[in-house]
């Protein structure tokens, strides 16, 4: 198992949870507040990925409309049984734990059954030897008074047909005593079931953990040499490593996919991209799994991706607690896509925006936007209080372009009047100077460009630390798209540019 990228999924795409069926591996990562939720990304040889549906497509499966900032679909475990599919996840602040189906991973899936009474995060599932599913989750409780109370990793029985539990609630002692037990998973080798965790938190110290039993119930004895994975304390350019999943390949190699950032600066280090999808080898020595550090191998070259804007939207393209086709206009021009503001901004709970990952460290997007009386552009988001953008307001005989860059608390605006016509917007993601003091100190820079009537206008250069995986109030990553404030605004000839070099 050679020259397998890392990272294997860039850009958001945390929490990442793997199965093999056959010769085929599929992977899901988390979503938060997007439509559609948790992609299923299939590949037969670790190296291609290709994203072949989505869980969560229809809003009812997720009720994320009212979800708040940092919560929604959490977590999926993707396992397979019987010829079924099963995905189980957290939409935490939301509907709670929720067990998808599915015989088809592209879908559809069902709407999902709900686990009222697991009060946790990031639910496992497996079968003990007599076929009863089994639940393990994380006792971090996200909704009423014992909001961010945390009661160790825990375990239930459930019956996956009526969400009903069937057991007490099992308290598992697994892990070093880091903070925030979570994204158990259990596996059976050998005659012997395998508890791994993740600790110490989704940042620097984050880590992964391994017990085992004779029973998958427990009690489960620690691993003589935990954590069997971490970045903390190293310079390693892959750092937050843990959340892991593991997957036995055909020929009996282990591997483990996991979360992990790609932070830019120096002592105080930026990840632009959030939590991306990596992978690592694993090997069993006298019975338990030690893993290899996770190695940076990004995908080399400069990739350049166009997408007619004026063909229907493919599954690449999110929405903020709403569907995409919810911000398309009625109105169809040719070539275009057309979307229909409501008088909201960035910062409304669901705006009128549908975007896609940001995938590399390096990276522009480019589309050329028409507003004839209508006001619109492009934007970066993190979430609705952390977000860059760059719209064009048609007023008559000109057009006003407004570059703005808000994070909590705090809002920088630049201006600029052009002569009226279609205008094309950019946001780069641009390294600074390498020699120069910033380069130590942030991520990137952030320029936010329009180009009208010959001339180009740089607007801003926002220091691109704010929109990162450290400083943003949710967990996910840059999500960069077209934003429609009001009226009809049309967006023609999409460019993404990317480079991780
Ligand atoms: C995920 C949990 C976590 O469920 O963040 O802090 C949550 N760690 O494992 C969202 O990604």
Redesign the pocket.
Known sequence: MTAIPNPLLPGFN??PSVVRVGDTYYIVT?TFEYLPGIPVYRSTDLVEWERIGNVVTRPEQAELEEVSTAGGV??PTIRHRDGVFYVIV?I?MGRGCVVYSAIDPAGPWDDGVLIGEIEG??PDLNWDDSGVAFVTY?GLVTTGEDFGKHTGIRQVDVDLATGAVLSEKRSLQVGTGGM?P??PHVYKRDGWWYLMI?EG??ERGHSVSIARSRDPHGPFENGPANPILTARGTDRPVQNTG?GDLVETPDGEWLMVLLGVRPRGAVRSFSALG?ETFHTRVRWVDGWPEADPVLLAPRPGDVVEEIDLGAPLDGGWMAVRRTPASVISPVERPGALTLRGEGTGMDALAPVFVGRRQLHQTASVRVTVRVDDAAGGLAVRYDEATFYEVVAEGRGDVTEVTARAVVPGFERVASVTVPAGPVELELAAVRPEATAFVSMVTSDVVRLIARAGGVEHVLAEVDGRSLSAETAGS?TGRVVGLVALRGDVSFEGWRYEGSDA
């Open positions: 945390p929490d988390s959490w977590a957290t935490a995060i990031d994380s925030f979570e994204a993740a938190g989704t959340h939590r967990f």
